[in-house]
């Protein structure tokens, strides 16, 4: 088999662009062989629907540039029959306020979305990236295969980019932070009923509180009385 018909295989496969060194070890070849085959492949496909691509000696197969309405055009409307109108509005709050986490796109939708998440990822339209505020959550943010789906060089080329991301602001997601308990803020009652269990074992315990409020605690509920006297009576029979 040919030089070129190799090295046509190898692109016609890879997901991104290569250099002419990776080429050339994976067929098998010097540098300049390499070159050669990918000169003469170049020439040969100019014409035709898929060319050959040569930036900066990374090379890659793409549709032809008087295509690229019609390739643009047919990967939108494969794009929109695929997506749900949930899925679709979850990949406009991703792309217009990246990096954003899960919670903040719930919140603004009012809704879970974690269904719509799920499928955006399946579809390599969005992807993960640490969030730098919190090791254990992560961010998402929208993906170059998103890009190419629109026909767009970067995501500041959206509709009406910095009008959106300028004016419209995130809801807040405060999050509740735990009260903690010290001797101060407990009521005085409570205070004396916790002490005991910091005594050593054989203090004597604090004197009985006269507060009636307290009392009614521990006649007021029939229930566990009755409890108390079967438990008593189990004692009995066990003995």
Known sequence: ME?????????????????????????????QEAVAALTTLAE???????????????????????????????????LREKLTDATVEVLGIIAYR????????ESVRGVNSQYSVRQLLMRGLIEK???????RSSLYQVTTEFLQHLGLQSVRDLPEFEKLTSSIKLPETPQSQPETVTPSNLPQQNLA??????????ATPPPASTDPDVTANFTEDPEQEELTDDDDEDDDEED
């Open 3 to 31: 030089l070129t018909q190799k090295l046509e295989s190898i692109l016609f496969v890879s997901s991104k662009p290569l250099t002419t060194e990776q080429l050339a070890k994976f067929v098998n070849s010097t540098e």
């Open 44 to 78: 040969r496909k100019k014409n035709e629907g898929i060319v050959l691509l040569d930036v900066n000696g990374y090379w890659q197969l793409a549709t032809h540039p008087e295509n690229v309405e019609l390739v643009k055009n047919f990967l939108n409307a494969d």
């Open 98 to 105: 990246q990096p954003i986490s899960k919670a903040e796109i």
């Open 129 to 135: 990236v640490p969030n730098p505020n919190d090791s």
């Open 193 to 202: 009923q916790a002490q005991t269990y910091q005594d050593p074992v054989g």
